[in-house]
C-alpha cells in the first residue's frame, strides 16, 4: 500500500471516529434527557440513577474502547448501539402517533436517527475490512458462522433487552372513551411515593365496590357486569399510563403501590363500607392483584383471569418453560434489564405471594392463554389457601372469558364477590 494510500484509509479512520463519537452522543443525550433533564411527570432525575447512569456509563465505555479494537469488533459495537439508539426513540415514535411529541420525544426522535447511522457505519466498516486474502470457501463458511452467531445474539439478548426498554417506557397515552352504562365521576387519588392517578368511579349501591384493573379500556365490560349488580366500581390509568404521573412498566412491578393507592380511596368513600372492597385484575392487573391482596389487607376478594409469567421466577416455575433453552435465556436477560430500566428490583414469585393470601381468590384462564398463565394456573391454584376456585374458559383468548361465555362469566364473578363482599348481609 503506498503512502497516499496509508493517508487516506487513517483519514477514513478518522472520520468514522467521529461519526461515531456524535451519534452516541446524540444517544446519551436523548439517555439524560429522558432520565435526568424531563423525566416523567411526578418523577424526579433522583428516581432514574440507576436507568440513567447505567447506560451514559456502556456509552461512555464504548467510546472509550471504539478506537482501540479491530474493525470487526468496531462493527459489532456500532451496530449494536444503533439499534440501541433506535430502541430508545420508540417511545418518541410511539408517541408521535399517540398524542404528539413532547418532553423528552425530540431528543428520542434524534436518538433514531443516531441509530439509523450507527447501523450505517457498521456496514461501511464491515464491507471495507472483509478478508479476501483466503480461500472462497474458507470466508463464506466463516461469514455465515459469524451470521448464525449474530442471529443468536439478536434473538437471546438484544431482542429480550430491547423488549425490557420499550415496557418500561411507553403505556397506552390517552384515554379511551367511557362505556360504562351508568353514571361515574371522574377521581383522582395519590400513592404512598407521591403520584397522583386518575381514572373513573361507578358509585356503590350495595356498600361494596371492586376495582377492575388494570388502565380504563379492558375493565371496562366487567366493570359494566358488577356496576348492574349494584357494586361501585373504580377503574383507573395506572403509573405512566393515560392522565396518571410516574413511570411505566407493563410488567407491573410497582404497581402494588397503585391498588394500595385505590384501596384507601375506596375507604374513604361513604358509599363504602371499608370492609367489603374487592378487586378483579386482567393479565398483569391480575398479577398485581395477587400480589397486593398477599402484602397488604384491603382488598377482601380477588378475582385474578389470565396471570401469567412477569420475571424470570414464574419462568422457573414452569418445568416445560426450562426445558426450553432459549426461552429461560430470554427471560433470564429481561428480567435484569426491566429491572435496570425502571430502577426497580424484580418483585416476589408470585406463587410464593399467593400462598401468602388468607382471602377468597378465584383464578381464570385460557388455553393456550399468554405468557404463562395456562402453564401456571393449576400451580398458583394449588399453592393458594381456602375458600378459592379455579375456572378453565373452554375456547377463550387471553383474558377473553367474559367474551366467550358472557352468562357464566357474569354468573360466576358476581357470585363470588356476593359470597366474599356481600354474604355478612345475608
Keep these: 500500500m503506498s503512502a497516499g494510500q496509508d493517508s487516506g484509509s487513517a483519514a477514513l479512520g478518522r472520520g468514522a471516529y467521529v461519526v461515531f463519537l456524535l451519534a452516541t452522543a446524540s444517544i446519551a443525550l436523548h439517555v439524560a434527557d429522558d432520565n435526568f433533564l424531563q423525566p416523567q411527570p411526578g418523577t424526579s432525575a433522583m428516581d432514574h440513577l440507576v436507568s440513567g447512569l447505567v447506560p451514559l456509563a456502556a456509552l461512555g465505555l464504548a467510546a472509550w474502547g471504539y478506537p482501540r479494537l479491530r474493525a470487526g469488533a468496531r462493527a459489532v459495537v456500532a451496530l449494536l448501539l444503533g439499534i440501541a439508539g433506535i430502541v430508545s426513540g420508540i417511545e418518541a415514535g410511539y408517541y408521535a402517533t399517540n398524542g404528539g411529541l413532547s418532553g423528552d420525544d425530540y431528543t428520542g426522535v434524534l436518538a433514531i436517527v443516531a441509530g439509523l447511522v450507527l447501523i ?5 466498516t464491515l464491507w471495507r475490512s472483509r478478508r479476501t486474502d483466503d480461500s472462497r470457501r474458507r470466508r463464506y463458511v466463516r461469514r455465515a458462522l459469524l451470521v448464525v452467531a449474530g442471529l ?15 415496557v418500561t417506557h411507553t403505556a397506552r397515552a390517552t384515554v379511551p372513551p367511557a362505556e360504562l352504562e351508568t353514571e361515574y365521576e371522574e377521581v383522582s387519588f395519590t400513592t404512598s411515593d407521591g403520584l ?3 381514572g373513573w368511579y361507578v358509585p356503590s349501591k350495595n356498600r361494596a365496590a371492586v376495582i377492575a384493573f388494570p388502565g380504563r379500556k379492558g375493565p371496562q365490560r366487567p366493570a359494566r357486569v358488577l356496576a348492574r349488580h349494584g357494586y361501585g366500581v373504580l377503574l383507573f390509568d395506572r403509573r405512566g399510563e393515560g392522565e396518571s ?3 411505566p412498566n407493563a ?11 385505590a384501596v384507601a380511596y375506596l375507604r374513604r368513600r361513604p358509599d363504602v363500607d371499608p370492609d367489603r372492597i374487592g378487586g378483579i385484575g386482567l ?9 397486593a391482596a398477599a402484602e397488604s389487607d384491603g382488598l377482601r376478594a380477588v378475582v ?9 421466577r414464574e419462568t422457573l416455575a414452569i418445568p416445560e418453560t426450562r426445558m426450553r433453552i432459549e426461552a429461560t435465556v430470554a427471560h433470564a436477560v429481561v428480567t435484569p434489564a426491566v429491572a435496570i430500566f425502571s430502577n426497580t428490583l424484580p418483585p416476589p414469585s408470585l406463587e410464593d405471594l399467593v400462598a401468602r393470601i388468607s382471602e377468597p381468590v378465584f383464578f381464570i384462564y385460557a388455553v393456550p392463554g399468554q405468557g404463562g398463565e395456562a ?9 393458594a389457601r381456602e375458600p378459592k376456585e379455579l375456572w378453565l374458559v373452554a375456547d377463550a383468548e387471553h383474558t377473553g372469558g367474559i367474551e366467550a361465555e358472557p352468562a357464566e362469566y357474569e354468573r360466576r364473578v358476581v357470585e363470588f364477590f356476593d359470597d366474599a363482599l356481600l354474604g355478612a348481609t345475608g
Design 120 to 124: 450505517g457505519l457498521a456496514g461501511v
Design 152 to 166: 443468536l445474539v439478536l434473538y437471546l439478548i438484544v431482542a429480550p433487552a430491547s423488549v425490557a426498554y420499550v
Design 196 to 198: 397522583e392517578l386518575r
Design 245 to 247: 404521573e410516574g413511570d
Design 251 to 261: 410488567f407491573g412491578w410497582s404497581g402494588v403501590a397503585d391498588l394500595e393507592a
Design 283 to 291: 393479565s398483569v392487573g391480575g398479577e398485581m392483584m395477587l400480589q
Design 304 to 312: 385474578s383471569e389470565g396471570a401469567g409469567i412477569r420475571s424470570i
Design 375 to 383: 402453564e401456571l394456573q393449576e400451580t398458583f391454584y394449588d399453592a
